[in-house]
């Protein structure tokens, strides 16, 4: 299993990204995956999760502002992050549930980790 996130960078208050992550070694469609964040001296947090059949979770923090999908035929995970703040500078990781299973499990049910894409919003 390998994933591997793509698209940070640095962007004013206000911008979008878009993050991806590429999976290997299992199907995304078919799996529950999120994107994780955590910024400089603070603790890992769930951003947004999507199981197999589509229905995704955010937390309230970035609720109408995030969206998270998938894409089938590139089984790859996407973030598309818009109205950025510069609280949402950190690093941005996707998992995988820690079973490959379709339903979430919680926050604390993903056992599989990219190395992570910075993001950086300047005010």
């Known amino acids: 299993v390998q994933l591997v996130e793509s698209g940070g960078g640095s962007v004013q208050a206000g911008g979008s990204l878009t993050l991806s992550c590429a999976a290997d070694?299992?199907?995304?469609?078919?799996?529950?995956m999120a994107w994780f964040r955590q910024a400089s001296g603070k603790e890992r947090e769930g951003v947004a999760a999507i199981a197999s059949y589509g229905s995704a979770g955010y937390a309230r923090s970035v609720k109408g502002r995030f969206t998270i999908s998938k894409d089938r035929t590139k089984n790859t995970l996407y973030l598309q992050m818009t109205n950025l703040r510069s609280e949402d500078t950190a690093m941005y990781y996707c998992?995988?549930?820690?079973?490959?299973?379709?339903?979430?499990?919680?926050?604390?049910?993903?056992?599989?980790w990219g190395q992570g894409t910075q993001v950086t919003v300047s005010s």
């Open positions: 998992a995988a549930d820690r079973a490959l299973g379709d339903e979430c499990q919680g926050w604390a049910g993903f056992g599989y």
């Open positions: 070694g299992f199907t995304v469609i078919s799996t529950c």
